[in-house]
């Protein structure tokens, strides 16, 4: 118990950017005490179990029991079919290669701080943008930087029965996390997907794996679903589109308090989403009246745009078709690459060894002649 304990505690604490002095103070045990805990040198009390638990918002057994290998659980879910379980083992392989490529170019992505306590997830959403070095401006490419920050996206079509809009994996062993996102939806979706799966990496990691269905990244269904996911989607739309930028654009460029349904598509294309999440997030400001939404919600958006822009955002475009099976992130083709360099510097490296190793022509020749001499 001592070792998987220590080695959870830890892990927590380092990913919540915590020292042991401030970890103990917060849970109100010293310092001293936490150090003993996270060498495996302390077995925890029951009060001491319980504040650390609390603290982490974590049940105790995440810090007693083992964790079965969340690609194991998948394959266990009943609510899962055969096709949807083949794409998730072709899936692992492909996860199990990224982080080979990592370990033979020894570029691990290192992973975001966790995030617990009692933030809010508009202040989270804040809070991580600052993290970012994002201000206020729009987030123009999800995927890329998840990729960069520790949650690789691997975008994969998956059977319309399955209902699935994404999944989150942490291999706790490997220290590593991965986003499974459909590549069948549209690509508004996707966006408000990735954002969604960022917050489950970001706060929800331990929980792994995590299925999010088509569902929980509509506003009007997710409070069906879950606080965890309602969370994620709050985070998701606030990350995405933040008010203190539409107040901006709003009062420098539009100046008006009631907006038009072109300034809502002029919005959304700024900010790089769909109409409906631009829509949403405008009523919530109360930039859109009840009427004003309703009527706005129901138009066709991307005939709409085409005629009032001339073209249509790749976020508002439906796709009609199945999207593409695969779809990999650009740092695993440059890894890639990078490991084939590595492949060949070895090569030679061992060729030029051969070399040296081999005895010259001349000295050879001298050894026969001596050989015979004697």
């Known amino acids: 118990m001592n070792e998987l304990f220590a080695a959870r505690l830890k892990k927590l604490r380092e990913e919540s950017g915590l020292t042991q002095e401030e970890l103990g103070e917060a849970v109100g045990l010293s310092s001293e005490y936490i150090s003993l805990l996270e060498a495996g040198k302390r077995t925890p009390s029951i009060i001491a179990l319980n504040r650390i638990s609390k603290y982490f918002q974590k049940n105790v057994s995440y810090f007693l029991e083992t964790r079965e290998n969340p690609f194991a659980v998948l394959q266990a879910d009943e609510r899962l079919n055969s096709a949807t379980k083949r794409i998730l083992t072709r899936f692992q392989k492909i ?25 809010s997830p508009q202040n989270m959403a804040e809070e991580e943008r600052r993290r970012l070095g994002l201000g206020n401006e729009p987030v123009r490419d999800i995927f890329l930087l998840g990729d960069t920050n520790g949650c690789r996206y691997i975008r994969v079509s998956l059977p319309d029965e399955a209902r699935i809009a994404g ?49 929980v990244i509509v506003d009007e269904y997710v409070t069906l679903y879950s606080p965890r996911e309602q ?36 919005l959304k294309r700024y900010f790089g989403v769909s109409t409906p999440a631009m829509l949403r997030t405008l009523r919530l400001m109360n930039y859109l009246s009840r009427s004003q939404f309703e009527s706005y919600f129901k138009l066709d958006h991307e005939a709409e745009e085409q005629a009032i822009f001339g073209d249509v955002s790749v976020e508002e475009k439906e796709i009609s078709e199945p999207g ?8 695993f083709f440059l890894l890639k690459k990078e490991a084939e360099l590595v492949a060949e510097a070895e090569e030679e490296e061992t060729r030029e060894k051969g070399k040296t190793q081999e005895p010259a022509p001349e000295s050879k020749e001298n050894t026969e002649r001596e050989e015979e001499e004697s």
């Open 95 to 119: 996860c199990e290669e990224y982080l080979e490529l990592e370990r033979i170019t020894g570029r691990h992505c290192q992973l975001a701080p966790l995030y617990s306590g009692s933030l």
């Open 167 to 215: 999944i989150f994996i942490y291999l706790e062993e490997k220290d590593a996390a991965f986003a499974l996102i459909n590549s069948n939806l549209s690509p508004g979706k996707q966006v408000v997907a990735a954002a969604h799966l960022y917050c489950h990496y970001l706060r929800d990691r331990h929980e792994s794996p995590i299925i999010d269905n088509l569902d």
């Open 231 to 266: 969370f994620a989607q709050a985070f998701a739309s606030r990350f995405l589109i933040p008010p203190s930028k539409v107040r901006e654009l709003v009062e420098r460029d539009i100046k008006t308090r009631r907006l038009t349904y072109p300034e809502v598509i002029f």
């Open 324 to 331: 593409p099976e695969l779809v990999l992130p650009e740092r």
